[in-house]
């Protein structure tokens, strides 16, 4: 079973920052948290991953606690192009990826 | 920027019949992975595939699926005698080395058994 918990939807307004919360108070010291992303049936999307500090990219934005416990993925300007699933992890390195049902953000116009 | 490729996009194939989905990796990639989705389903792993040996499998990738890594660059799933329940997306991954590398999808293949 997945790690994470994530809520099963969200919505928001385009143009607005969208906040992706992900809780995973089980997470080891050497694992590490991902986001990916799927748009419909396409291949899931790599997006940002990060140990302890917070982290940018291009993308969005990656939030974790002092105490590692929960994240927060930021989209700082969502479009309806980011509707899609997203999928909070934890793993090591080469660890095969476990799947949880992620959060489906809708972007409204 | 280097991405992962799957060949062919869409396979329609008869029940019982043999049929082989290709990946190319990144080019420097160690680690290939294949996973699956059924319609409406989670993302399911299937296998890890690492220096020319599987690494871990789950319980679906049973004697019907094989791996290989024939030529250095492709890396193929093969579903012996295909099952109506083997109708899924297939997505193939790879993996550098390092913590600041992480796993990349390719778009994936349609299998459609009829």
């Known amino acids: 079973d997945a790690k994470t918990t994530q809520p099963p939807s969200m919505d928001c307004a385009e143009g607005r920052a969208a906040n992706l919360p992900c809780n995973h108070s089980t997470i080891s010291g050497n694992e590490y948290v991902y986001w990916y992303r799927q748009i419909h049936s396409q291949g899931p999307q790599y997006i940002i991953h990060g140990l302890k500090n917070n982290e940018t990219n291009e993308m969005a934005s990656l939030i974790i606690t002092e105490d590692r416990k929960s994240s927060t993925l930021i989209l700082p300007h969502a479009t309806l192009r980011d509707t899609a699933v997203y999928y909070c992890i934890v793993r090591v390195g080469d660890d095969k990826i476990i799947f949880g049902k992620g959060t489906r953000l809708h972007i409204l116009p | ?114």
């Not at chain 2, 294949?34 to 499998?57: P, T």
């Open chain 2, 1 to 114: 920027e280097p991405e992962v490729t799957q060949t062919p996009s869409h396979q329609v194939t008869q029940m019982g019949q043999e049929v082989i989905l290709r990946c190319v990796p990144i080019s420097n990639h160690l680690y290939f992975y294949w996973y699956r989705q059924i319609l409406g389903q989670k993302v399911e792993f299937l296998v890890s595939f690492y220096n020319n040996e599987i690494s871990e499998k789950s319980e679906i990738f049973d004697d019907q699926f094989s791996v290989e890594r024939p030529d250095g660059s492709n890396f193929t799933l093969k579903i012996r005698s295909t099952k109506l329940e083997d109708s899924a997306m297939y997505f193939c991954a790879s993996w550098g080395q390092g913590t600041t590398d992480t796993q990349y999808f390719g778009p994936g293949t349609r299998l459609t058994v009829l």
